[in-house]
C-alpha cells in the first residue's frame, strides 16, 4: 500500500505535497513524511501516525524547495515509527516506495558487506544506498537509478530525487499504480490521479516495467532496458473536490446513509425500470457461449462475489467458481477455453485481485471487472468494466462500494439468465421490478437505527460474536463478522448455519452473541433448526429477518431486527444495512477509529 507523491514546481511544493497526501491518506495513515531540495540540500519532515502529525511538524519548521516526495505509509517491513518513516536518504538521494522489495535482505547484506549503514529497518532504505552506490560509482542520477531498478524484485511505485539535480525525479513503476501529472513548467506524480487532481487532470499512466525521468518540461519514459517508449496522456476524470462527512460523525456512518441513492443510480445504469428489461451492457463475451465463470476478489468485494455465485447459479444455471485473490493467482488453475473472468473491486488495485486478473489474461479467456474507480489499474488491464457507481468510499470499511458491487452482480446475474435462455421475459420483468425496490428498502433499514444502536451497546461489552446464514445470507454473516471485527476489533466469525454443528458449536454458553441472518426465504425453516440449536445451549440470538420471519421463529431471541418482506434477489442488499449499522454503532461505543482502523488501509497494493 502506502501512497507516494512528487512534484517538480514553479513555487514551495512541500504544502502541495500534503495536499496531494491528504488524498492518498486512505492507503495507509501508520506515517507520513515529505523531503525537499533546496539551494542543493535535501531536508524532509517525517511523523509516526497520521498525516495530521506531519502538518503540525511542517508548521513548527516548515521546508522550502521547489521539488519534493512525500508519503504515506502502511507498514510491511518495521515498525510504524519516525525512523522508519519515508523519506529514506542515502547520500545525495531521496526516496519514498509503495511496494515491497522482495530480495531486500540479499541486497541489504551486499551494501552492509559495502560498507552502508542502515537507518531503518525498511525494504526501501536499500534502494536508496543502491542508487548512492552508482552515483558514487560515477553514474548520473538516471543512470544510478536505471541500475538500481534493475536489481529489484517485487513490488514497487518510486520517486526519487537528487541534492545536486533541481529539476528531476526519476519514478518507477513495477505493480502499484503510478500517474503522472502534466502541468504548465511543472510536473507532478503521484499512486493515483485523484491524488493529483487539484493541479492537473492531464494524466500518463505508467506501465509496469516502465521507469521516467520527470522534469519541469515533461516526462521522458523509458522501458526496463532503457528505451525510450510513449504512453499516452489521458484526461482525468477523478474530481478534485474533497470529500466532507456532510453532517454525518463518520465518513463509515455517511456512507451507509448513501446507500439508497448510490444503490438506485447504479441500478438504473444496468436496468431500464420502464421497460422491465436488463440494458444491452457491451460484454466481452455472451454469456451463453460459457460454461464457467471464474470470479476472484478479496475481502468484501469477495463476498459479494460469494453471494453473486448463489444468483448466476439460480438465474442463469451458469457454474462460478470464486477465490480470494491472494489463493487463487497461485492455485494454477486450469480454465476451460469457455470460461470467463470477473474481478471485484472496489479501488480497482487489490494486488491479489490483479495478479488473478493477469493470470487469466495469461491463459487468455475474456475479462471483466466490477470496479469503483473506472481510472484504476483492473479497470484499464480489463475487457470490459461493470462501473458501481457508489461514489468515492473514504471509510475503511466497504459500505456503500459493497452494496453497489451487490446491485451490479444481481443486474449481469440476471441479464446472464436471460441470454442463456433461463429468465423468461416475464421473469426478467419481474427481476428487474424486484431490483428496482432495492433503494426504498434499504431506506426502511435505516431507520431501525435506533434499535441497532441500543443494541450495539450491548455488543460492545462482549469479546466474540457468531454471525450465521443460509444461501445468500451465509457469504452475508461473513461480511457481518468482517466488519464487526475491522472496526471494532471485536472477534467474530461468520459461518454456514449448517456448520455450526460442526465445531463452532462448541463455543455457545450464555455469553455467546449468535446474530442471525434469515430472511423469510427458502432456508428460513432450515436457519430456525439452527437457531433452536444455538438456544438449547443458551446462546445470546439476535435475529434479523423480516415480518413473515418474525412470526414465525419460535425463538426466544434475546433481540429481534425486523426488516421489511423483501423480495429474495434484494435480500442480500437490503440485510447489508443492518449488519453495516450493528458494526458501526459498536465500534462507535468501543470509541475506536472509525474511518481509519488500526493496521488497515483502503486500497491494499502489497500482496
Ligand atoms: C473490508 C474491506 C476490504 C476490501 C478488500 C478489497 O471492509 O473494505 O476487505 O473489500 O481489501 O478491496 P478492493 O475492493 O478495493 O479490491
Known amino acids: 500500500m502506502c501512497g507516494i507523491v512528487g512534484i517538480v514546481g514553479r513555487g514551495p511544493v512541500a504544502p502541495l505535497i500534503v495536499d496531494a497526501l491528504k488524498r492518498l491518506e486512505y492507503r495507509g495513515y501508520d506515517s507520513a513524511g515529505v523531503a525537499t531540495i533546496d539551494d542543493g540540500q535535501m531536508e524532509r519532515r517525517r511523523a509516526e501516525g497520521k498525516l495530521v502529525n506531519l502538518e503540525k511538524k511542517l508548521q513548527a519548521e516548515p521546508l522550502a524547495g521547489r521539488i519534493g516526495i512525500g508519503h504515506t505509509r502502511w507498514a510491511t517491513h518495521g515498525v510504524p515509527n519516525e525512523t522508519n518513516a519515508h523519506p529514506h536518504f542515502s547520500t545525495d538521494v531521496a526516496i519514498v516506495h509503495n511496494g515491497i522489495i522482495e530480495n531486500f535482505a540479499e541486497l541489504r547484506a551486499e551494501l552492509i558487506a559495502d560498507g552502508y549503514v542502515f537507518a531503518s529497518q525498511t ?64 510536473m507532478f ?16 499512466y505508467l506501465e509496469d516495467g516502465d521507469w521516467a525521468a520527470i522534469q519541469r518540461n515533461g516526462v521522458t519514459i523509458y522501458d526496463i532496458d532503457g528505451r525510450e517508449i510513449e504512453r499516452p496522456q489521458t484526461k482525468a476524470r477523478s474530481t478534485s473536490f474533497m470529500v466532507d462527512k456532510g453532517n454525518h460523525r463518520h465518513f463509515m456512518e455517511k456512507e451507509i446513509h448513501e446507500q439508497p441513492e448510490v444503490i438506485g443510480h447504479t441500478l438504473a445504469h444496468y436496468l431500464d425500470f420502464v421497460e422491465g428489461r436488463t440494458r444491452d451492457i457491451p460484454l466481452p ?33 451458469l457454474p462460478v467458481d470464486i477465490d480470494v485473490g491472494s489463493e487463487f493467482r497461485y492455485r494454477e488453475m486450469p480454465i476451460s477455453p469457455n470460461s470467463a473472468a470477473l474481478f471485484i473491486s472496489q479501488s480497482g488495485e487489490t494486488a491479489d485481485t490483479l495478479a488473478s486478473l493477469r493470470y487469466c489474461r495469461s491463459q487468455g479467456v475474456p475479462i471483466a471487472a466490477v470496479v469503483n474507480v473506472p481510472e484504476s489499474t483492473i479497470a484499464r488491464e480489463s475487457d470490459a468494466i461493470f462501473p458501481t457507481l457508489a461514489g468515492p468510499e473514504i471509510g475503511v470499511a466497504s459500505t456503500k462500494a459493497f452494496t453497489c458491487q451487490l446491485a451490479v452482480l444481481a443486474a449481469l446475474a440476471v441479464r446472464a439468465g436471460v441470454q442463456r435462455g433461463h429468465v423468461s421475459p416475464e421473469q426478467e420483468r419481474e427481476l428487474v421490478r424486484f431490483l428496482s425496490e432495492a433503494p426504498r428498502f434499504a431506506t426502511a433499514a435505516l431507520k ?53 454443528k460442526h465445531g463452532p458449536i462448541a463455543l455457545i454458553d450464555e455469553n455467546m452473541p449468535v446474530i442471525v441472518i434469515a ?64 458494526a458501526y454503532f459498536t465500534a462507535v461505543f468501543m470509541g475506536t477509529d472509525v474511518d481509519q482502523p488500526r493496521n488497515l488501509a483502503k486500497s491494499v497494493t502489497v500482496e
Open 123 to 186: 525494504d526501501t532504505e536499500v534502494v536508496a544506498h543502491l542508487i548512492s552506490r552508482e552515483l558514487k560509482r560515477g553514474s548520473e542520477p538516471v543512470e544510478a537509478a536505471h541500475k538500481a531498478i534493475r536489481r529489484l524484485e517485487g513490488a514497487f511505485a518510486l520517486a526519487i530525487i537528487f541534492p545536486s539535480h533541481d529539476d528531476l525525479i526519476v519514478a518507477a513503476r513495477n505493480g502499484p499504480p503510478l500517474a503522472v501529472g502534466h502541468g504548465d513548467g511543472e
Open 189 to 204: 506524480l503521484g499512486s493515483d490521479a485523484v491524488a493529483l487532481s487539484p493541479f492537473t487532470d492531464a494524466i500518463t
Open 285 to 317: 463475451f455472451d454469456f451463453s457461449q460459457i460454461d464457467r465463470l471464474s470470479i476472484s476478489a478479496c475481502g468484501t468485494a469477495f463476498l459479494a462475489g460469494s453471494v453473486a455465485r448463489y444468483w448466476f447459479e439460480r438465474y442463469a444455471r
Open 448 to 500: 431501525l437505527d435506533d434499535q441497532i444502536e441500543k443494541l450495539a451497546r450491548e455488543l460492545s461489552q462482549v469479546k466474540h460474536a457468531l454471525y450465521l446464514g443460509r444461501g445468500t445470507s451465509f457469504p452475508l454473516a461473513m461480511e457481518g463478522a468482517l466488519k464487526l471485527k475491522e472496526i471494532s476489533y471485536i472477534h467474530a466469525e461468520g459461518y454456514a448455519a449448517g456448520e455450526l
Open 519 to 582: 430472511p423469510h426465504d427458502r432456508n428460513f425453516d432450515k436457519t430456525v433448526s439452527n437457531m433452536q440449536e444455538v438456544a438449547a445451549r443458551g446462546g445470546r440470538i439476535i435475529l434479523i429477518t423480516d415480518t413473515e420471519g418474525a412470526r414465525r421463529a419460535t425463538i426466544n431471541a434475546m433481540e429481534t431486527i425486523i426488516l421489511p418482506d423483501v423480495p429474495e434477489i434484494i435480500a442480500p442488499i437490503v440485510y447489508a444495512l443492518p449488519i453495516q449499522m450493528l
